[in-house]
């Protein structure tokens, strides 16, 4: 970590702070790329895109399910829980996920950007009604809505459009802000991908927090290799030191 950092992390009052998968696999929540993620064994277009959806809903919903009983069986981490404190601390603070999985607000975060969903929620294809409590049995392996349509996960897969409300809010965020904080995302999905490249075009400085280089190292100001878990709070700690 340069001085620059330290002494901006000291003074700072505008920050944006993007967090992609790898914030929570120290949580134990798998990520999707590189080994061990779920593409290395799965297909992304057998899984997450709306044809595949269409095709065999009972397949997508498996994996759905699957994936929420890991998110529920895990727990915030030393990251999620610093950047739930940042929040407290910074006047000007905005938190945007890629992560579908609950564990920011779960750490105590309030307001949370989420791009990509929620894995909690699900809407139906026809009437638009949203659910909050999908129940999928082997018994019910699909679920469907009072109106028969079919119910989805409230999610975003490939080729559909991200919440627009929630992603203008993102784009405003990052122009403002002093400092960008870009977290354990491979940044190679767009357009979340792009969000750390226009808080630098409008002078932030940007700082890439992962175990491994990324698309987005060679544009970032630093890149701090490290586990989340690790530095996010220490991050925290020089940022509480002045401000006492
Ligand atoms: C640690 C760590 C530790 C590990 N500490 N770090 C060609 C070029 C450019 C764009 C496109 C293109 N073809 C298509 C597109 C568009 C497409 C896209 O970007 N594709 C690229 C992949 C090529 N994007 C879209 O389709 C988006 N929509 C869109 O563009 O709309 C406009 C449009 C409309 C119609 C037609 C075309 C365009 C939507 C993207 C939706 C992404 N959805 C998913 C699934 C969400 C639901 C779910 O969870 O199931 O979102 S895919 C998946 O990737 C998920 C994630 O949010 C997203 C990003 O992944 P993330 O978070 O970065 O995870 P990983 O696994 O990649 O990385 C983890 C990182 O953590 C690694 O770097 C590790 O090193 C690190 N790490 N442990 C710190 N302890
Ligand atoms: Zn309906």
Redesign the pocket.
């Known amino acids: 970590m340069t001085e620059k950092l330290k002494s901006l992390l000291k003074s700072v009052q505008s920050v944006c702070v993007l967090t ?4 929570s ?2 949580s134990g929540v798998p ?4 080994e061990g ?1 779920l593409w290395s064994r799965l297909k ?1 277009e057998e899984l ?1 895109n709306f044809d595949a959806f269409m095709k065999n809903p009972e397949n997508v919903w498996a994996w ?1 399910q699957h ?1 929420k009983e890991i998110m529920h069986s895990v727990q915030p981490n030393a990251a999620h829980k610093a950047l739930a404190e940042m929040e407290k601390i910074i006047p000007d603070f905005t938190l945007i996920t ?3 999985d609950n564990l920011h607000y779960r750490a105590g975060s309030k307001n949370v950007l989420e791009l ?2 929620n894995i909690e929620r699900s809407y139906c294809i026809k009437c638009g009604k949203y659910y909050s409590d999908v129940q999928i049995t082997k018994e019910k392996p699909i679920p469907y809505c009072e109106c028969s349509g079919i119910i989805r996960p409230d ?8 919440p627009i409300d929630v992603f203008d809010k993102a784009v405003e965020a990052t122009r403002r802000c002093e400092l960008l904080l870009s ?11 792009g969000l750390p490249l226009q808080a630098k075009e409008h002078g932030s400085y940007v700082v890439e ?4 280089y ?1 698309e987005l190292s060679p544009y970032v100001n630093e890149t701090i290799i ?4 690790e530095v996010v709070p220490a991050l925290l700690e020089i940022m509480k030191e002045e401000r006492q």
């Not at 992609?20 to 914030?23: D, E, L, M, S, T």
């Not at 990520?31 to 590189?34: C, E, K, V």
């Not at 927090?209 to 491994?212: A, G, H, K, L």
């Open positions: 992609g998968a790898g914030i696999a120290e990520t999707f790329r590189g993620g992304p997450a759905y994936r890629q992560n579908i990509h969903g999610v975003v897969w490939f080729g559909e459009n991200l977290i354990g995302t491979s940044a190679v999905v767009y357009p979340a991908a927090i992962n175990v491994e990324t490290g586990r989340a878990g």
